[in-house]
């Protein structure tokens, strides 16, 4: 008997629409390069419910027959290709003949369209692949596309899609990727009826501004490494304006964007010793080759691509931005005096030379600890009673803990020499340690960065700023259930710009970061107005710290699983915690060894290091005996 069959259309196209249409970013992103085939100059796109019941793309090209209307929503029909040769010589976006006929297969699909000496378009209705209509009507030259309830018939797909914001999110990138790649087209995006851009034609660097902000042509420098087969140009951002979280690093070949691990190394490498090893530079570059030494028939989505000598490509990318940072004297320079723009913030203070200059400095060090006031930290309600409790019930905790558990170092951890675990160190200390006993010695501070504080059994490292977040993240996560909390009212309340895709973020925590003690409100367009910040949060940068909460709030929500609450209370933990470089008081470095141990889990920070370590005295032993 024989069992094997051809799948009906209609159930192979709905297999097909599962590698092709992913997302509605999928298909905005098919719809709009048909557009951009086409000729368009100008392209609007239209969604609702993030997708989810409307994705509408209107343009002014070329527009299609009555013929080509029906046509194009078979399978594999194509105007862009004739032959197999044709692979290797493609310079449109779409080539394959499967995105409408996806499309068709799981939404509801209207399409009208009008070629420019046509009088009359075709106006033509699909549902699952059936055509419900095929009429004459009245449409504006070129193409209008209206995908409606995506995933319709495919309720399991539909199910797994992502909330409204995330779902936008990726709509947002897609739409900044076309418009990136093509500025001499004018676009707009219209969300819920929103307006959310307005993108005039004009040149890549007035583009880059128009999606990201005006601060952006400060922040950039252009790039240009040209040869006889291959041209590198583009934009690529300054390193300290580097962020800790992707998504704003944009590679283009033949105006096609593309994702390349390979190649975005080679622009990290460029960056080498520039800036931090954990941050991202913003980049746009766009790379012309000869479409036959290239393959980007790879995968459906056409992410991919493959080069026929990709260590040239490599090599080029590397040294355009190379050749960019030094002609625009972006490059560090090495100088073993300090450094001013380290010392914005009294990291490093100069020290008295002459001996009156130290009697006058010691009395002036003296007189601000006398009367500055101890900042950035709250004081706890029964703190003694806490301590006493929570010291001992700390120590006895870390000896239970998962032994499997490996320390992790990144400049802020802790991590194994050698000689076993720090789970294994800490299992050492002596739990019957009280309050009194560090008292002996008032806790010091190290390098600006660890609190070194004596105990019975040897001494406890803390690091000040993973100890910090730990304190506050547990702190916000209470706040969050209680009451609204008081504001504490700028004098000058300060303007906020930010592009349209970190106003959505923004426009989503608002409700509960305002319930915090924040007092930040939407003013016009992509704008907002801080009028106050909680009490507990020092001033100074509040403008920076709302911009790093929001990459914070990004990354976390990129790499983990979590709540909004517990994202928005790690990111507002990391964004407000005091960083090292901080110098701290004596009776700063107290309480904030008293808030630590007074925490339900203060083993660890709420990125999973060690908040702090513990080193016996016969570690201490062992590491000066003779070998």
Known sequence: MDIIRLLPDNIANQIAAGEVIQRPASAVKELMENAIDAGSTHITLLVKQAGKALIQVIDNGCGMSETDARMCFEKHATSKIRSADDLFNIRTMGFRGEALASIAAIAQVELKTRQHHEQLGTCIEIEGMKVLKQEPCQTPEGTSIAIKNLFFNVPARRNFLKSDSVELKN???????????????????FHNDYEMYHLKSGNLRQRICALFGDEYDKRIVPVEEKSYSLHVYGFAGKPEFSKKTRGEQFIFVNNRYIKSPYLNHAVSMAYDQMMPKENFPFYVLFLDIDPTKIDINVHP????????????????VNLGIKHAMGAYSV?????????????????????????LEITQHAVQQKDAKKFAPPTNFHTITQREENNAKNWEKAFEGLEKKDEGREARDEGQGTKDDGRGTVVSTISTFESSNKASDREILPPQQLHRRYILSQIKSGFILIDQQLAHERILYERYLRMFNGKKHDSQAQLFPQNLELNVADTQILKEILPEINNLGFDIQ?????????????????????????????????????????SKRENLAKSLAYSSAIKPGKALSTEEMKTLIDELFACESPYHAPNGKFTFTTISLDEIAKRLENK
């Open 522 to 562: 939407e003013f016009g367009k992509n704008s907002f107005v801080i009028h106050g910040f909680p009490a507990d949060i020092a001033g100074g940068n509040e403008k920076k710290m709302i911009e790093e909460l929001i990459e914070q709030f990004k990354m976390n929500a990129s790499v983990t699983k979590l």
């Open 301 to 316: 989505a056409k992410h991919e691509i493959k080069f026929e000598d990709d260590k040239l490509v490599y090599t080029f």
């Open 171 to 189: 709509i947002i990138e897609e739409f900044q990727r076309i418009a990136l790649a093509h500025p001499k087209v004018g676009f707009q995006l």
């Open 331 to 355: 490059s560090p320079t090495l100088d073993f005096n300090q450094e001013h723009h380290l010392n914005s913030n009294d990291t490093f203070q100069q020290q008295p030379r002459t001996w």
